[in-house]
């Protein structure tokens, strides 16, 4: 018994011990201030998620754009608009998808590889957001099928973000999956809630990490792992409409060898990544890849068009011209689609589109790990392992880069710098390496969807209430405020 009690001792005081000259080491380090906090443990956790933005502010003004907060049993520094680029820019020094993972494992909750979809990103980037001229025609025809299905002749939608989700999730599902699989009113109804039907899972906060680094993720993958959730029917359903339709494809390969003429899809990337040499490819890998992609995709687009349908109904003095603008389109129109260029031709709305998303991303966003110790232009020094998070709102509303009132919605304000750019002060699609890959696709699905919502109905919200973005925390969400959509009789 003595003997167990002395090893227990000397292990306590050698994790003193390495803590203490781990923290000694990190000393040297010329680190960016540590706000003060009353509450030993807590730290600033508390005061962090009551009122982000107010707090953030009060932080800026007294430490300086650089400074560092203890949240949730770790300490995580916070840049603004100067050195964020830096961080985005740095990829052998900081890591986004390292630090997302620690809080969404989502190769862990599939009982992957790490990095297992490493090559999705430069898929969709390739297939699909480089090649939009073969989307542009399928992306109407099923974005006008689902306008109709769900708004008709008019309707109020309360809330509002939910309809959208099946109206974005037409598009995508005959983008990612073929058109015939987009009529599948069960297979669209999975691609439309996949991912906000996870969101209450990924909203626990991580008390857990008070108590160890990393707690929390292990009790989110047993979560996952040991009870019914719906992202575990959500992949069922994909996986049961995916199989006869592999199959298919993979017969059709074997019976016409190089004059097969494969479908324009991300299904048909995917069977090619994964094809053995006797035509088989494995139905749980390509669903896993599936059901990746839409978790990346349908949420946040219906999220976008939502805010600005919102911003639309806000601001009824600027209707009148980008109306007109839709309706110039409409004049030339010399077939039954537009094509992808006269798509780009809608500059105002593009502006609109982009200063929507402006105004209404995150307070903080893209939390990336230092994976070395990194020196900061400013001087200021940050230990490996320390998290690293741009504070998005104030890299928005910057004056000197936004140009005056950069806390007013100015519609025009980006005519000339397309939403799909990646700039350093414009950080709605992140930058650098890890800039969202589907982004051009996204943002010509919402232009095309806000076109002919325009076009067809006069867009006001209920009680001609002000939609404003709900926050919790840090972030950012819809608005519920109803928007009635009226059919317009003068088109």
């Given at each position: 018994m003595n003997l167990i009690i002395q090893f227990i001792s000397l292990g306590i005081i050698f994790f003193i011990a390495s803590k203490l000259l781990r923290r000694n080491q990190e000393l040297k380090l010329?680190?960016?201030?540590?706000?003060?906090?009353?509450?030993?443990?807590?730290?600033?956790?508390?005061?962090?998620?009551?009122?982000?933005?107010?707090?953030?502010?009060?932080?800026?003004?007294?430490?300086?754009?650089?400074f560092s907060l203890y949240i949730f049993g770790k300490i995580e520094t916070f840049v603004g608009s100067r050195l964020s680029p830096e961080v985005f820019k740095s990829d052998k020094d900081f890591n986004f998808d390292i630090a997302f993972k620690e809080k969404f494992p989502l190769e862990a909750f599939m009982d992957r590889a790490d990095k297992y979809f490493a090559p999705l990103p430069r898929i969709i980037f390739t297939y699909l957001s480089q090649q939009?001229?073969?989307?542009?025609?399928?992306?109407?025809?099923?974005?006008?099928?689902?306008?109709?299905e769900q708004i008709g002749d008019g309707t109020v939608l309360q809330p509002p973000l939910k309809t959208f989700q099946l109206i974005i999730a037409r598009?995508?599902?005959?983008?990612?999956?073929?058109?015939?699989?987009?009529?599948?009113?069960?297979?669209?109804?999975?691609v439309a809630y996949a991912s906000s039907d996870?969101?209450?899972?990924?909203?626990?906060?991580?008390?857990?990490?008070?108590i160890y680094p990393l707690l929390h993720q292990k009790f989110m993958i047993l979560l996952f792992k040991l009870f019914t959730n719906p992202f575990k029917v959500h992949r069922e359903v994909i996986k049961?409409?995916?199989?006869?339709?592999?199959?298919?494809?993979?017969n059709d390969m074997k019976r016409d060898g190089e004059s097969y003429v494969p479908p324009v899809d991300i299904l048909q990337k995917l069977i090619e990544l994964v094809i053995e040499d006797d035509y088989k490819a494995d139905i749980d890998i390509i669903t896993d890849y599936v059901i990746t992609a839409i978790f990346a995709a349908t949420h946040?687009?219906?999220?976008?068009?939502?805010?600005?349908?919102h911003k639309y109904a806000n601001h009824p003095e600027i209707q009148k011209e980008l109306l007109e603008e839709q309706e110039r389109l409409l004049e030339n129109k010399s077939g039954p689609y537009y094509t992808s260029e006269q798509i780009d031709s809608l500059v105002k709305l593009d502006s609109f589109f982009k200063e929507t998303l402006r105004m209404t991303t995150s307070i903080v966003f893209f939390e990336h790990k230092a994976l070395n110790?990194?020196?900061?232009?400013?001087?200021?020094?940050?230990?490996?392992?320390?998290?690293?998070?741009?504070r998005l709102q104030e890299v928005h509303r910057e004056e000197e880069s936004q140009g005056e009132n950069p806390n007013e919605f100015n519609f025009l304000r980006h005519v000339g710098a397309?939403?799909?750019?990646?700039?350093?002060?414009?950080?709605?699609f992140s930058f650098g390496k890890h800039a969202c890959p589907g982004r051009y696709f996204a943002t010509s699905e919402i232009k095309t969807a806000l076109h002919y919502l325009l076009l067809n109905y006069n867009i006001k919200t209920v009680n001609d209430e002000i939609a404003i973005p709900q926050i919790k925390g840090p972030y950012r969400f819809s608005s519920d405020v109803g928007i009635v959509f009226e059919k317009r009789k003068d088109i």
């Open positions: 010329n680190e960016p201030p540590l706000v003060p906090y009353k509450l030993p443990i807590i730290g600033h956790t508390f005061d962090f998620y009551r009122n982000t933005e107010k707090f953030l502010a009060k932080c800026a003004e007294e430490y300086g754009e650089t939009l001229p073969s989307y542009t025609e399928r992306v109407q025809r099923t974005l006008t099928k689902a306008i109709k598009p995508i599902a005959a983008s990612l999956l073929g058109e015939e699989l987009s009529e599948d009113k069960e297979l669209v109804n999975t996870f969101i209450p899972f990924l909203s626990i906060p991580p008390f857990l990490d008070f049961r409409k995916l199989t006869p339709v592999l199959e298919k494809r993979l946040t687009t219906s999220t976008f068009l939502t805010n600005a349908t110790p990194y020196t900061f232009s400013s001087g200021h020094q940050v230990p490996k392992g320390r998290h690293v998070t741009t397309p939403a799909p750019r990646v700039e350093k002060n414009f950080l709605a």
